[in-house]
C-alpha cells in the first residue's frame, strides 16, 4: 500500500483521544484518498487493492464497531458501482466513502437531538469518557441550564475535553475522578454514555470505567442510557468482542518490581442495566438493530 | 499548645498515605507526646489541656473513625487515673496511649489473620486503595499462590504501594486503573477491603471507588467483604458521616476554564452490599459493634 494509506492506518490504530465514530469517519476518509491515489492500470486492479485497504482497516480497532461496518457498507456500495473507466471509478468510490462519513455524521446528529430533548433545565446528566456523540448533545443542551458531572476517565484523561468543551457551551460543569462515579451517581438525574459498539443483544461496549457508572446509577436509581448511531451495532456473526487492551505506560506507573500493569481499554455492560437506547431512530426500550 | 503538638495535628490533617487505623495510632503518639511535655503547674491544668489536645485530634480528620475512637478510649482511661502527682501522671497518661496504639494493631493483626486463613492457594482477591489492614492480609498470604488484583487509587495512586508490597511478598500482582475495576470483579474470588469507618448498620466508609468495586463484586457474584478492627466502628450518637473532600489540585487537572473540579476522598458502601465484616473478633456476616 502507499506510505499515505499505511500512515492513515497507523494513526487510526495509534488514536485514543478520538471516539468510535469519529474514527469510523476518519476511516473513511483514508478509503477516499485511497480510491484516489492507490496505483493501479484498471478499475479491477483498483478494487482489488482497496478491498485489501478496507479490511485493513475493518480489523484495525476491534472493539469499535462503527469502522468494521462503515468500511462492509463501503465495500458493499462499491461492489454496485460501474467500473469501465478508471478515473471516474476512483471519483465515484472516493464519493461513496464521503456519503457513507456524512450519514454517519447526520446520524449522531439526528441521536444527539433525541437524547437532548428529553433533557430539561434544571438536569444533571453523569457522563464518561469523551464521546463525539455525547459532545454533540451537549452542544444541544447549552443555555438550558444543565449540570455535567464528568468523570476525567483515566488512563489518558480524555474526560477534561468533554468537561472543557461542555463548561465552554455554559453548562455547570463538575469533573471527578472515575472514582468517585458511586457517590455522583446519587446525585444525578440520569447516566448518559456514548458506545464503541452495541452487541447483538444492546450490552454496551464503551470506554473502561461505564460498567462501574451502570451499576452506580442502577444502584442510585437513575436510568443508564446509551446515546448512537446505529452503525454501532455489532453484527452477530462477529461473535464475542474482543475488549482491546493498550499500552501499560499510559497509566505512567513507576517501577513497582514484578507488578503487571494492566490497561485494558473498554468493558461490556449488559443490556439488563441499560435503561434506553437512543439513535437515529430515536428513544427506544429495547435494542437498535443495524 | 504546643508546637510539637500543633506539627503532629497538621501531619495528622495532610496524612494522604495512611489508613485510618496508622493514622489512629499517630494521633496516640501525639497524645502520649503531649502527655509527657505539655506545660502545666499541677496535674488538674495537665488534665484540661490534653482534654483539648484531645478534642482537636478527635476532630481532624471525620471520615476516620479510628481517630476519634481511639482518643476518646484515651480520654475515658485517663479520667480514671489517679493524678495526685504531676510526673506520675504525666508517665501514666503516656503509657495509656502506647496501650491502646498496641491494642489497635493487635487487633488489626488478628483481624488480618481471620481475613488470610479463608483466602486459599490459587484464590484471586481484588483489592482497592492502601490499608495497613489489607498489607497485614499480604503478609499473611505470603508463599500460597495467591493472585492480587489492585486498583491504582487515584487521585494520589496509593494502591501502587500496596501493590508493590504485595508483589515483593511474591503475590502475583496485577495493577489496574480504578476505572477496569467493573471487568476485573468477573476475574476474582473475592473483593477485600480495609476501611476508614464502619457505620453502626455496617455500611463502609472507605476510599472513593470503593463503592463500585462492591457493586462491580455483586454483579460479578462475587463477595465483597470488609477486614477492619473494631476501633473503626462509628458509635450511633456521632450520627451522619462527613465525607471528607481535599484539595482538587490533587487530580492534577490542567485549567479547564470554569470546570469545578472535586475531589470527595471516600465513599459509602451500604451494608446490603457486605458479605462479611472481618474483625478482631473473627468473621461474621453481621456487623460489628464496638
Known sequence: MSDAFEAGLAALRADRSRGASALARFALGVLADAARETPARDPAELRARLADCADRLARARPSMAPIANLVAAWSGRLAALPAAELGPFRRAAA????????????????????????????????????????????????????RLIQTES??????????????????????????????????????????????????????????????????????????????KVRPAAWGPVALEAMDPAELGTPDLGPVTVRNVYFDLTPADLVAAWITEAGFSETPPKL
Chains 1, 2 share one sequence.
Not at 112 to 128: F, N, Y
Not at 167 to 194: H, K, R, T
Not at 208 to 217: H, V
Open 95 to 146: 464519493r461513496v466513502a464521503e456519503d457513507l462519513a456524512e450519514e454517519s455524521r447526520r446520524a449522531v446528529g439526528a441521536a444527539a437531538a433525541h437524547a437532548a430533548v428529553r433533557i430539561g433545565p434544571g438536569a444533571t446528566i453523569l457522563c464518561h469518557s469523551l464521546s463525539s456523540t455525547l459532545l454533540a448533545v451537549f452542544d444541544r443542551l447549552a443555555g438550558r441550564r444543565v
Open 154 to 231: 483515566r488512563p489518558l484523561y480524555e474526560g477534561r475535553a468533554a468537561a472543557r468543551h461542555a463548561a465552554g457551551l455554559g453548562l455547570d460543569v463538575v469533573l471527578i475522578s472515575d472514582a468517585q462515579v458511586g457517590l455522583a451517581a446519587a446525585e444525578a438525574d440520569l447516566a448518559l454514555v456514548g458506545a464503541d459498539a452495541l452487541m447483538p443483544d444492546g450490552a454496551v461496549v464503551n470506554k473502561a470505567g461505564t460498567l462501574p457508572l451502570a451499576l452506580a446509577a442502577r444502584a442510585a436509581g437513575i436510568p443508564f442510557q446509551v446515546c448512537c448511531e446505529r452503525f
